[in-house]
């Protein structure tokens, strides 16, 4: 079973950018669609973005903002978020399978 490892979280301000990353224990093209999840303090679990082997989708909330994207050589995925706002305040998670969790990164919006 693949095992996922994200990183990149950290504190920024409102409208800033920042890159998370997550790492696969094994080939990323062998995988194929790669989920990013996150969940909020008191709030549930939600789905933010999915790169798959020929499309890529992203909830409402953060359509024009976060850009995913991969790199093969390095078996990682990487989600671009830009224009923070206070609500993307969150730990991110990336699955395959909505059912596997790592220990994700913690990102937080706040000046």
């Known amino acids: 079973q693949v095992q996922f490892v994200e990183s990149g979280g950290t504190l920024v301000q409102p409208g800033g950018s920042l890159r998370l990353s997550c790492a696969a224990s094994?080939?990323?093209?062998?995988?194929?669609?790669v989920a990013w999840y996150r969940q909020a303090p008191g709030k549930k679990r939600e789905w933010v973005a999915r790169i798959g082997p020929s499309a890529t989708s992203y909830a409402g909330s953060v359509i024009g903002r976060f850009t995913l994207s991969r790199d093969y050589a390095k078996n990682t995925v990487y989600l671009q978020m830009a224009n923070l706002k206070e609500e993307d305040t969150a730990v991110y998670y990336c699955?395959?399978?909505?059912?596997?969790w790592g220990q994700g990164t913690q990102v937080t919006v706040s000046s």
């Open positions: 699955t395959t399978d909505a059912t596997t």
């Open positions: 094994e080939n990323i093209v062998n995988i194929g669609a």
